[in-house]
């Protein structure tokens, strides 16, 4: 079974960047497409992004002027990059593997999440 | 985006107990919706895809239904493991949307 693991720093000062790294064990990240997912605090889950082991990206248009999604596959990770953070920002962020089920698209491996709270 | 809505926001039921969730797409999406369960600290987990095909290992009390934009979660007899929150998602556009939970609680 694949495992994910969220890591990066849980405090954020507002209009810095924010850079998450999510490490991919028992498993490869070639092949995969890979997505950033973060809920914030009494809010529904949203889907930042997603990112081919090839590199190709795709991004929510609600952030896709902030967002980078980088993968490393020598290293079996991916990285998230977030600019000009304001408290909105502030919320539990996962990373998740994304697979298809008889042509159904699905989030079927997750990390644990880490909490990043933007605040000065 | 198509949004999806979820009802309840929470409940309170006991063990044994038959709970339904539902969730509702603002536009058609076929069968393009999968169910998760989230329990606080741990990684969120795949119970449903296609609106209605139950992942491996989930116990078969967990019963996904409903196509375009209607769909159902059902457990059909509570255990204390279940106590948790549930979203859904539609994967039938990019952005991938979300409801925005379902909280079952111990009555």
């Known amino acids: 079974q694949v495992q994910l693991q969220e890591s990066g720093p849980g405090l954020v000062k507002p209009w810095e960047t924010l850079s998450l790294t999510c490490t991919v064990s028992?498993?490869?990240?070639?092949?995969?497409?890979w997505s950033w997912i973060r809920q914030p605090p009494g809010k529904e889950l949203e889907w930042i992004g997603y990112?081919?082991?090839?590199?190709?990206?795709k991004y929510n248009p609600s952030l896709k002027s902030r967002v980078t999604i980088y993968v490393d596959t020598s290293k079996n990770q991916l990285s998230l990059k977030l600019t000009s953070l304001t408290a909105a920002d502030t919320a539990v962020y996962y990373c998740?593997?994304?697979?298809?089920?008889?042509?159904?698209?699905?989030?079927?491996?997750w990390g644990q999440g880490t909490l990043v709270t933007v605040s000065s | 985006d198509i949004e999806m809505t979820q009802s309840p926001s929470s409940l309170s039921a006991s063990v044994g107990d038959r709970v339904t969730i539902t969730c509702r797409a603002r536009q058609n999406i076929g069968n393009y919706l999968n169910w998760y369960q989230l329990k606080s600290g741990t990684a969120p987990k795949l119970l449903i895809s296609g609106a209605s095909s139950l992942q491996s290992g989930v116990p078969w009390r967990f019963r996904g239904g409903g196509s375009g934009t209607d769909f159902t979660l059902t457990i059909s007899s509570l255990q204390l493991e279940d106590f948790a929150t549930y979203f859904c998602q539609q994967s039938n556009s990019v952005p991938w949307t979300f409801g925005q939970g379902t909280k079952v609680e111990i009555k």
């Open positions: 998740a593997r994304r697979e298809a089920f008889a042509g159904y698209l699905a989030f079927d491996s």
């Open positions: 990112i081919y082991s090839s590199g190709t990206t």
């Open positions: 028992r498993g490869s990240v070639s092949g995969y497409y």
